[in-house]
């Protein structure tokens, strides 16, 4: 973090209005991970679940990236050197790179990379602009927070759809991946922190995707031969079952010892992509949804 950067966040701050705040509050939407889940439902159970489990996958290992490196950065919020903070729930972990930017620069550039429409690149260009920018206004993070953020997200956009195309067997890729991070969860684990449990969290996520490919091989795919409200009703169903699923699990993370508590929200993630990757096409194929 430069000195620049700071007195360039309290410049913003003097420009904010309450109808400014709700518009970047708005925007900043896009980079939560509400609207991941949403998304990634919506095209597992009634789009194609090859290209969900890939955004989905890119995604999860690049906000486990971007929690190492936070980790191991530890730069502080620009709130706690007097900078005031919109949205301060939302504002978890340390500073460095930017969670929300990269996440959305990953998931939307993903597709842009994917579908080489010239349109949908601009639209994505756009976009990350403006969700990284909100996160400036906002409060939440630096200049150089941000800007990395973008880097990394295309960055690991690109890399995963290569992967995606040069590796057969999918399997393989996801697994290597949780393998790789697992040297620095464990090693995360032992210096715990509570800011750490982002890491934790899409460390979880991954590792349910690794289970959930596996679980796949024997399984007979969902259809999506089916009547649009019947697409429409595994979405809601989808979507209700991860959030409460998370929000409830999260109940019982209660624990004063940092190391257990983050490790519950390892656990939880990974139920939940379980659930909704795995038990709920069961589901839908049981009862003919």
């Given at each position: ?132 920018f909100s ?57 715990a922190d ?67 508590s983050l ?27």
């Amino acid at each position: 973090m430069f000195a620049f950067e700071l007195e360039f966040l309290k410049w913003l701050e003097g420009l904010r209005t309450n109808f400014l705040n709700a518009v970047f509050e708005g925007i900043t939407l896009l980079g939560e991970e509400t609207l991941i889940i949403l998304l990634v439902v919506a095209l597992w159970f009634a789009v194609d679940k090859k290209l969900a489990q890939q955004v989905f996958f890119v995604t999860a290992t690049s906000l486990s990236v971007n929690g190492i490196i936070k980790n191991f950065a530890k730069v502080p919020r620009p709130f706690t050197k007097g900078v005031s903070c919109v949205r301060l729930d939302t504002a978890t972990g340390y500073a460095f790179p930017s969670g929300h930017t990269q996440g959305f620069a990953t998931w939307s550039s993903f597709f842009a990379v994917k579908f080489k429409k010239t349109w949908l690149t601009i639209l994505v260009a756009v976009l990350v602009g403006l969700v990284a920018f909100s996160r400036l206004y906002l409060g939440a993070h630096y200049p150089s927070d941000v800007i990395v953020g973008i880097a990394l997200g295309v960055g690991i956009a690109i890399l995963g759809n290569y992967l995606f195309e040069k590796v057969k067997d999918l399997k393989k890729l996801y697994l290597g991946t949780l393998l790789v991070l697992t040297p620095f969860i464990v090693y995360f684990l032992f210096v715990a922190d509570p800011l750490f449990a982002d890491l934790f969290k899409t460390f979880g996520m991954v590792g349910g995707m690794v289970a959930v490919s596996f679980l796949d091989e024997k399984t007979e795919p969902l259809s999506y031969d089916v009547a649009w409200w019947k697409k429409l009703i595994r979405i809601v169903i989808g979507v209700v079952l991860a959030v409460a699923l998370k929000e409830v699990i999260k109940l019982v993370n209660v624990f004063d010892v940092i190391q257990i508590s983050l490790l519950i929200d390892a656990v939880r993630y990974f139920i939940v992509v379980i659930t909704v990757g795995y038990l709920c096409p069961l589901l839908f194929k049981k009862i003919k949804l």
